[in-house]
């Protein structure tokens, strides 16, 4: 393990969805299904449709949600609302997990393109609420998403978190290019196979150790 690499490390922050729950707990297809609801009820257009806009949306701004903004000025509350209120009955408690976040030197911190109060009920469902000094939703970003720069520079801001001393943790490598351009460190969650890409530093698909190896090795003072 680098951990030089990361010695400089204090504000570690970390992707919510399929970063701190596996993906096998498909959590985002029901909340993909929830959006093509939501699209087909309050723009009025036949599913197909609604499930074509919602991932051209997702590949062109980042998120369905800020699709749904910049083209058809929707109220991003209710959406938020409505889309993560799922079940979310597949999760486990990651004890490990939690004390290898919890074991890192400095400020814990949770960004995600979903909405806050959804982050907060996956941190309980997993027993990771405990461990983070902060969880930052979509709309701690002024509703910018993630890949979009502004959207770290403005949690980042929140948090008062200098992005030369910061590491991201992410599952989808789009989103670790802009931290990459900020000075960040990049580690990219999954065990699917990605291209190597410059932006990317490391990779793991047990986060949980990586974190252990790092919190053994990186300085506390």
Known sequence: MPARSFSHVRNWVFDLDNTLYPPEAALFAQIEQRM?????RCLGVERAKADRMRRTYWQRYGT???GLMREHGVDPGPYLDEVHD????????????????DALPGRKIVHTNGSGSYAGRVLEARGLSGVFDAVYGVEHARFHPKPERSAFEAVLARDGADCRRAAMFEDDPRNLEAPHEMGMRTVLVGERPV???RHIHYRTDDLSGFLRALAAEVPRG
Do not use: C, K, N
Request: charged residues 20%; hydrophobic residues 55%; without cysteine.
């Open 195 to 197: 291209p190597a890409r």
């Open 86 to 101: 799922i079940d979310l009955s597949s999760l486990r408690p990651a004890p490990e997990l939690a004390a290898a976040i």
């Open 64 to 66: 369905t949600l800020a």
């Open 36 to 40: 093509t609801d939501w699209v087909m």
